[in-house]
């Protein structure tokens, strides 16, 4: 996708980071994407941390758009309900790896933003229920 988008926009300026490591990129964006990735934090002290870390190199003004799976929703459990652990966690096999995947609600994700201070533009369900969508800006 990163490949595509450089090649469409070469004006642009695309990258793929680590998003545990945001402290240590020294620049601001004017645009975050985290797509399907950060429902793979499995603590609310690292999701906190990260939150923190992103509006720190968000500039101002500028958006976070942040899709997540919506594996509550009844079609995605009864796919992945032998991975259900407890609590909206799960250790989904994809491949030959088992990967953790934490099914955020649309409250919860509010409550994160709102603990990191930052403005919630959208935040719902889409694509059938299947996922969830988050826009918020510092």
């Keep these: 996708m990163i490949n595509e988008a450089k090649k469409e926009h070469p004006n642009y300026d695309f990258r793929t980071l680590d998003m545990t490591d945001l402290d240590k990129i020294g620049t601001k964006f ?23 870390m992103l509006g720190n190199i968000l ?5 976070v758009y942040m899709t997540n799976w919506n594996l509550m929703w009844e079609y995605n ?3 992945y309900e032998k991975a ?3 609590d909206h966690d799960f250790d989904i096999k ?22 990191t201070n930052f403005d919630i533009i959208e935040n719902r369900i889409f694509e059938w229920d299947n996922n969830l969508i988050s826009i918020v800006q510092k």
């Design 77 to 79: 459990f009864k796919k």
């Design 94 to 115: 994809i491949g030959w790896f088992s990967r953790y995947y934490h099914s955020f609600t649309l409250d919860e994700l509010e409550g994160l933003f709102k603990e």
């Design 84 to 86: 259900y652990r407890w």
């Design 30 to 52: 004017d645009m975050v994407f985290f797509i399907a990735s950060f429902h793979h934090i499995e603590s609310f002290a690292q999701r906190i941390n990260i939150l923190n």
């Design 59 to 63: 500039a101002p003004g500028w958006i």
